[in-house]
């Protein structure tokens, strides 16, 4: 009988199953704790050393809280932070008050030219913070454009940039498109119907848009405030640019460490420094969960009325917020074009040779192209594999959960604080693990290209980690349901089902890391070496030795690079849209 049962084919498949089973199940754990080791020692272990390095004297002793009680003697550290706070607090209100006013315009009015408005005010993210400073310094410096009265046709006006002035400026320009693009969405979720009713009731358009618009909006206003807050606060491009003796936290992380060598208080600082980003990403969190959904299968989509007067304000409103950004990159390009500024404004292309006093530019530009690239390919591989394993797997819950809670945890550290924590934990070839020292198998990544790739995932992770999670979570998990009951790997749905329809995802992901890592600064201002510079620092290293051609004609560089980058990915996904409506319609 038993001889007869193993013949049996039905038993064989059976038995071929559970094996199949059994690897899958092997496979799937591997996947999932590789996941959580890797955050391990990239994310949570340079955080504890910062954490522990910023109770310690310049010995590893502890020393409780003596260094933050030192900060807090310090007068000129203490107005640092003061200044900090002023900055973000301004910069968030007129940001976010300006994001939304262009937002609404574009979302709620019959505005012409909406195309041409969505995408100037995207402009700041395709280049450095600093080069936001250093158009702003061909334009209100004391030789700028403006300060001089366009070489006197006109009497000129004098704003004193370099300082409080200059920093909120620069921020409120590299802030606005994060918020813009929040508010869109916040805006573009909104019922009809409620308008109708309050049309109906007599109800004044003023007081709809106090209990209607913003009661719809609050949570992406929430969500605005507290980015733009936290992007505002932790900011180095801008205040080394246009600073000048307005000292902030971001530098005086990068005084005390670079500067004075002072460890342990570059440690206190960069927590201090975490505290509001980390203050905002958990009320973001709390709000988000708080959020219930205004748009039902029964609501009707916003129905924009006829309002001529309406519509021409818009138009002059954005038009002048997309001229402030169009005058600086026409700026930025004219000052990498002519000779001297302001005496000789004959045209030449000889800044874009960046030989002297570049620190390494054109070098320096092809190093941040290898970044950006290795960055943008191996950081969407792991953050939509590591999204998989979280979103698809449906075993081990707990440790998924785990894997979610440290996939958002990025968005919560400035990206100086994790350039600081890598140099307290890659640099050293041994670590201090509660009182034990232990070898540090990844001290050998310190001063590498690799630990400037993982900076930056690591950086950039959740933005991404966010739009993975949307896509898959949008594709039925009868796909895997199916596929696991017919014994197909899971591995072989991923690549033919899962991958493809969630292509434009992908490639959306791609693009947002090369981007910001073409742009950062925050993140590696700490971990490039003499032999690698990247084009974001060499700016910085131009901006000291007062080369401003240069430094302008590598910031066009980096954002043409951006802009070819963004129009390649945009004619992907418009190859892929035709694509799938020819598939869908077979």
């Not at 973000?88 to 262009?102: E, P």
């Not at 909406?114 to 004391?142: D, E, S, V, W």
């Not at 307005?246 to 005086?252: I, M, S």
Request: aromatic share 14%; hydrophobic share 50%.
């Amino acid at each position: 009988m038993d001889i007869v049962s193993k013949r049996n084919p039905i038993h064989l498949f059976t038995k071929t199953k559970k094996q199949h089973m059994g690897k899958e199940e092997w496979l799937k754990r591997l996947l999932v704790t590789i996941m959580i080791l890797s955050f391990l020692s990239i994310l949570i272990l340079p955080l504890g050393t910062l954490f522990v390095k910023a109770f310690q004297n310049e010995e590893g002793v502890f020393i409780g809280l003596a260094n933050f009680a030192k900060y807090f003697a310090t007068p000129s550290l203490v107005q640092s932070f003061q200044n900090t706070l002023f900055i973000a607090s301004i910069t968030t209100v007129i940001s976010v008050t300006l994001a939304f006013a262009y937002a609404y315009c574009l979302v709620r009015t019959n505005l012409k030219g909406k195309t041409f408005f969505r995408y100037t005010a995207l402009l700041p993210l395709f280049a450095p913070t600093m080069m936001h400073g250093i158009a702003l310094m061909y334009l209100f410096g004391n030789q700028g454009l403006v300060t001089k009265g366009f070489f006197g046709v006109i009497p000129g006006f004098d704003i004193n940039l370099y300082g409080s002035t200059g920093i909120i400026i620069a921020e409120v320009i590299y802030t606005f498109p994060q918020a813009f693009l929040i508010m869109v969405v916040a805006l573009n979720g909104s019922d009809n119907r409620l308008y109708e009713a309050a049309n109906t009731l007599g109800v004044s358009k003023w007081k709809q848009f106090i209990t209607i618009t913003l009661s719809n909006v609050k949570y992406g206003l929430i969500s605005s405030v507290f980015i733009v807050f936290s992007l505002s606060f932790t900011d180095y491009g801008a205040p080394k640019v246009v600073g000048g003796q307005y000292n902030v936290l971001a530098t005086d992380v990068y005084k005390q460490v670079i500067g004075q060598q002072k460890m342990e208080m570059g440690a206190a600082i960069g927590l201090i420094l975490m505290l509001p980003a980390l203050i905002a990403f958990i009320v973001d969190q709390i709000a988000q969960r708080k959020q219930v959904s205004y748009v039902t299968s029964k609501s009707v989509p916003y129905q924009i009325s006829k309002n001529n007067k309406r519509d021409k304000l818009s138009f002059l409103f954005c038009s002048i917020i997309s001229a402030c950004m169009i005058i600086l990159l026409v700026t930025i390009i004219l000052a990498a074009t002519v000779k001297v500024w302001p005496y000789d404004m004959s045209l030449t292309f000889k800044h874009f040779e960046l030989k002297s006093y570049t620190g390494d530019g054109l070098t320096a530009y092809k190093n941040s192209l290898i970044i950006a690239l290795l960055t943008a390919i191996a950081g969407t591989v792991i953050t939509f594999v590591y999204a998989y394993a979280i979103e698809k797997i449906r075993r081990m819950s707990g440790i998924r959960k785990l894997g979610h809670f440290l996939s958002i945890i990025p968005l919560a550290v400035p990206g100086l604080v994790i350039g600081l924590s890598y140099i307290f934990f890659f640099s050293k070839p041994e670590v201090s693990i509660f009182g034990w020292t232990v070898s540090n198998p990844f001290s050998f990544l310190y001063g590498t290209i690799a630990i400037i790739v993982i900076a930056n995932i690591v950086h950039f992770y959740s933005v991404a980690y966010v739009t993975a999670t949307a896509a898959l979570k949008k594709l039925d998990r009868e796909f895997e349901l199916v596929s696991e009951s017919m014994g197909v790997p899971f591995y072989k749905t991923f690549f033919k089902i899962t991958l493809p329809m969630c292509l434009p995802a992908v490639l959306e992901m791609t693009m947002y890391f090369f981007v910001n890592s073409m742009v950062t600064i925050s993140a590696v201002i700490f971990l490039y070496t003499a032999d690698f510079k990247l084009a974001a620092i060499s700016i910085a290293n131009m901006d000291d030795a007062g080369n401003m051609a240069s430094a302008a004609a590598l910031s066009v560089l980096i954002i043409l690079t951006n802009i070819i980058v963004r129009i390649l990915y945009e004619l992907t996904i418009k190859i892929f849209q035709k694509k799938n409506i020819k598939w869908q319609i077979k």
